[in-house]
Nanobody
Framework: VQLQASGGGLVQPGGSLRLSCLASGRISSDYNVGWFRQPPGKEREFVAA???????YYGDSMKGRFTISRDYAKNTVDLQMNSLKPEDTAVYYCATGRFPDEWIKLRRMYSAWGQGTLVTVSS
């Protein structure tokens, strides 16, 4: 399966963006789907994910601001980002893989990645 992330752009602090991850093929319901981000000059970090159990997971700084959702019919996984801060500036990647939910925050567990979409939060 190939993934394509979209929806990035320039937004002012406090604003919102909705990212979308479109899969070229059907992502089985027993696959996890996650979003990661890589700020300039930093390591790629976990943002959010939906597990095989459909439970959602979030990075600590994203809780209460970001919401991940999955549309099985459209084969998409969206990331709604609200109350954006300059430190949210990064390239955002979606990824998928089949593994137990307990490892869902580990980027090495994901076997397929999208190309990334740039989010810039600045006034």
């Amino acid at each position: 399966v190939q993934l394509q992330a979209s929806g990035g752009g320039l937004v002012q602090p406090g604003g919102s963006l909705r990212l979308s991850c479109l899969a070229s093929g059907r992502i089985s319901s027993d696959y996890n789907v996650g979003w990661f981000r890589q700020p300039p000059g930093k390591e790629r970090e976990f943002v959010a994910a939906i597990g095989r159990s459909t439970i959602t997971y979030y990075g600590d700084s994203m809780k209460g601001r970001f919401t991940i959702s999955r549309d099985y019919a459209k084969n998409t996984v969206d990331l709604q980002m609200n109350s954006l801060k300059p430190e949210d500036t990064a390239v955002y990647y979606c990824a998928t893989g089949r593994f137990p939910d307990e490892w869902i925050k580990l980027r090495r567990m994901y076997s397929a990645w999208g190309q990334g979409t740039l989010v810039t939060v600045s006034s």
